[in-house]
């Protein structure tokens, strides 16, 4: 199924390997909150670490305007990882240039470099050639390990590549395998789940999985949208006008499961008076917020029957508790599932490590947007530009 080298098919043994990684991690008050993606990153880590290599980290975190900002500095993480990875850990406050490159050539096996953000130089989220090449020159060999970045063709995950021999991480190859999988050739009954605010960024996912899937439950602010393209009117609730008419398109396809009924509230506001509507007009002045009761039990009991399960995009505002039990029942009901189930990153990964159940998932991925574009059938570029197998 995955068709790329990784680290077990190159020899490292005394090299220093710049290794992408994806440690765009949550911050507050100069702290991570969530070590979620850095935990994700140790067993690639310490298998090139095993093996002999010295270590030279890049990541970008946030999105700092292509100029230095230390409320994005991955010094945090740095921190963080050499409490992980019991590893000898430097972090140097640059990308490349003068310091980068004598942290890299004083650098011996075992040990570990971390650069600073890779969003602190313009050139990265163009791919620059330039920057590419400065940062390949502290390295011998690349690993790209980084999947929740793989849909970007940027200087540290394709231009690199150009320059260096260029490997998958132990993270990449897993989440290429689950997702690929889950689309190539699934363990039947499918069942597609599909929520989030906008349907603009899923419609291509939404075509794709209607010929893969056996059903898709739809939920979260998209699901407004479809009820729009019905004629049904939807109050105050939030939809997207310029997807109305892609949405119709879609209507009346059997496998698509639109929610049985809604969560209203007069405000956006969990203070806010509310209440569960079936299906049908809103009145101005309330908006949807979540799905009801019906409709977790409906989407569970086809969740229960499935062979594989994804999940990408929460239900409702599951930020805000009187609005999440949409989402927090299907992650329930995802958990007790015999399915192979895959949840997509982002906020859908958020709700099952909230709701305490990620144990009891197959596979969550680390990247949302990647995997909505495995999910849409795309080869992500980060991937193209890794070594065939032979």
């Known amino acids: 199924m995955f068709n790329k080298k990784t680290i077990r098919d190159i020899d490292v043994n005394g090299k220093r390997v710049l290794v992408r990684v994806d440690f765009n991690v949550p911050l507050k008050d100069g702290r991570v909150t969530d070590d979620t993606r850095i935990r994700a990153a140790l067993p690639t880590l310490k298998a090139l670490l095993d093996a002999g290599a010295a270590l030279i980290l890049c990541s970008h975190l946030g ?3 292509g100029q230095p900002d230390p409320a994005y500095s991955l010094e945090p993480a740095a921190d963080l990882l050499a409490n992980r990875l019991k590893a000898t850990n430097t972090f140097v406050p640059d990308l490349v240039g003068p310091k980068a490159q004598a942290a890299a050539a004083a650098l011996q096996p075992g040990r570990v470099l971390v650069l600073e953000n890779t969003r602190f130089h313009p050139g990265e989220t163009k791919n620059d050639p330039e920057l590419s090449k400065q940062l390949a020159a502290l390295a011998e060999v690349f690993v790209n390990d980084a999947f929740g970045s793989a849909h970007r063709a940027h200087a540290s ?30 363990k039947r009954p499918f069942v ?4 989030g605010a906008k349907i603009s960024d899923k ?25 729009k393209a019905q004629g049904l009117p939807i109050g105050d609730s939030l939809f997207e006008p310029d997807a109305v008419e892609s949405a119709r398109t879609l209507l009346g396809n059997p496998k698509l499961h639109l929610p049985l009924d809604v969560v209203v509230a007069s405000a956006f506001d969990n203070e806010a008076e509310f209440r569960t509507l079936a299906t049908g007009p809103v009145q101005q002045g309330w908006r949807i917020l979540d799905i009801g009761p019906e409709t977790v039990r409906n989407f569970g009991r086809m969740v229960q029957a499935a062979g594989t399960v994804v999940w990408n995009g ?17 992650a329930q009901a995802v958990a007790a599932s015999p ?6 990153g982002g906020d859908s990964a958020a709700a099952i490590q909230q709701s305490g159940l990620a144990d009891k998932i ?29």
């Open 63 to 65: 999105r700092p305007k």
């Open 157 to 186: 995950t394709v231009g690199v590549a150009a320059h260096l021999p260029a490997v998958a991480g132990l993270l990449m190859e897993k989440e290429i395998q689950y997702l690929g999988q889950a689309v190539a050739k699934p």
């Open 192 to 195: 597609a789940i599909l929520g």
């Open 203 to 227: 419609i291509g996912v939404i075509r794709n999985l209607l010929v893969k899937a056996d059903s898709i439950l739809i939920g979260g602010g998209m699901a407004n949208t479809f009820f």
């Open 314 to 330: 929460p239900m409702g505002v599951f930020e805000m508790s009187n609005y999440a039990n949409g989402t927090l029942g299907l």
């Open 339 to 344: 399915a192979i189930t895959i949840v997509g």
């Open 362 to 390: 197959t596979h969550i991925s680390t990247g949302g947007g990647a995997s909505l574009e495995m999910l849409e059938g795309l080869e992500l570029p980060g991937v193209a530009a890794l070594l065939d197998k032979v």
